[in-house]
């Protein structure tokens, strides 16, 4: 692997990301690789008709995607190779009857959304994106993505001369009262709500008594770019997780020919807890999986013996040693920025990971030439979790919990190391086109 082609990896990456401000948004920047690449559309309420050796995708509710490669083996021999991730971020989404006028300005009021760094988006050029649900002219609903690519909206801080304690004590927002973002200064002719409804009809060239309802996220409008003196770090928003997105996606395409059955699924709403019709904890990959399977000629005795013989790669992205911070980290599980992709390991499973997993993963990646990392948490901090318990548990499948390393976890703007994700791709390619079963 090359400084080169390691930089055109994470260079890919920002793009990706972004024109990827809002889960919707994740989805149809992959369908754009993925019919680009020849993939085919399926719709869950038509029959399929699958053929093997061949490449499909499927979307529940805009901000979930599976997309799969039928391989040329028989899955009774190969199983599945799965890839998980997640395509939200955690943030702000904007309410139902968001916009307000107090004092002559016009603000947006926001709901919190999983676990954000709350302080890392006050002072920044915030914007909207999302869908909008609008009228079609036949009388029915058609979603619409939405994205403003300007500076819109501002968290204004107070100034340190009203909060003395703030550098003692932390910046806290009261997330009712404090955390409406500035959108303008208030106007007398219209109504606040009505102001915001035209904003929104202006810039989907809809009529506003046309717009029925929306999911808007609020986004950070700076790009992506490189830092450090050899630019070895990259910084972003939602690293956590399209990142992983990405790298996933990349090694379905290139792992063009697959003799297993290879699958990326990308689900929605990981960040509150995967509990939704389209969430990792849904229906959607199990109502999928078994598609697949009717559709290839299997019978329920055959594929519970294909799941049998499948693995599941959880990915999201692992916390970083941080040699400020030290006291937040186990010493001899410390992970490091371009040290390679990392295994996940926690006894308590909030990651999926067992030695039969992780084994597999060290020998796959030592065949590649790419590096490994183990992080276990710290036993006297509370471990968050993934999508691989939940996948494991509602398929029957065993799953390993990897990640690229990152800084800033849940902030507005993260870091990462910027040859990670080339190495990440790398393993990822290679387990897709490792077709034989893992041995237990």
Not at 156 to 172: C, D, S, Y
């Amino acid at each position: 692997m090359t400084e080169v082609s390691a930089r055109a990896r994470a260079e890919a990456l920002l793009a990706y990301i972004g024109k990827s401000p809002s889960p919707w948004h994740a989805v149809n920047t992959t369908v754009d690789e993925l019919e680009a690449a020849g993939f085919q559309r399926l719709e869950e309420e038509a029959e399929w008709a699958l053929q093997p050796e061949s490449a499909y995708y499927v979307i529940r509710d805009g901000s979930s995607i599976i997309a799969f490669r039928t391989g040329s083996r028989s899955l009774l021999e190969t199983g599945y190779r799965i890839i998980g991730a997640h395509t939200d971020s955690p943030g702000f989404r904007i309410k139902p009857s968001p916009a307000h006028d107090r004092e002559g300005v016009t603000r947006l009021g926001v709901e919190v959304y999983g676990g954000p760094i709350v302080a890392t988006f006050s002072d920044r050029d915030l914007t909207l994106a999302g869908r909008v649900m609008v009228a079609r002219g036949d009388g029915g609903l058609q979603a619409r993505a939405v994205h403003f690519p300007r500076p819109l909206l501002r968290l204004p801080n107070v100034a340190i001369h009203m909060n003395r304690e703030v550098n003692n004590q932390g910046l806290r927002f009261d997330a009712q009262d404090e955390l409406p973002l500035v959108l303008e200064l208030a106007k007398d002719e219209l109504p606040a709500e009505k102001r915001f409804r035209c904003l929104l009809a202006d810039a989907l060239e809809v009529a506003e008594k046309d717009i029925w309802s929306w999911e808007l996220a609020v986004a950070d409008t700076q790009p992506g770019a490189f830092f450090g003196v050899g630019d070895e770090f990259i910084a972003s928003p939602q690293l956590d997780n399209l990142a992983s997105c990405h790298a996933g996606l990349q090694a379905l395409l290139e792992a063009d020919a697959p003799q297993a059955t290879t699958i990326c699924a990308f689900f929605d709403h990981e960040e509150i807890g995967s509990q939704s019709y389209k969430g990792a904890e849904g229906s959607f990959l199990p109502d999928v999986l078994r598609r697949i399977g009717y559709g290839l000629a299997y019978d329920d005795a055959a594929q519970s013996r294909i799941r049998a013989r499948s693995l599941v790669l959880s990915a999201d992205m692992a916390h970083a040693y941080h040699p400020s911070f030290a006291r937040f980290y186990d010493e001899l599980h410390r992970v490091t920025l371009n040290g390679g992709p990392v295994i996940k390991i926690n006894a308590k499973q909030r990651y999926a990971t067992d030695a039969a997993g992780e084994a597999y993963v060290q020998r796959l990646a030592a065949e590649v030439g790419v590096p490994i990392q183990k992080y276990v948490h710290r036993s006297n901090l509370p471990c968050g979790s993934t999508i691989g318990p939940i996948t494991a548990a509602r398929l029957g499948m065993r799953a390993v919990d990897i990640g690229n390393a990152m800084w800033s976890m849940h902030s507005l703007r993260e870091s990462a190391g910027a040859h990670d994700h080339a190495m990440m791709i790398l393993l990822m390619t290679a387990f897709f086109r490792q077709a034989e079963p893992l041995a237990s």
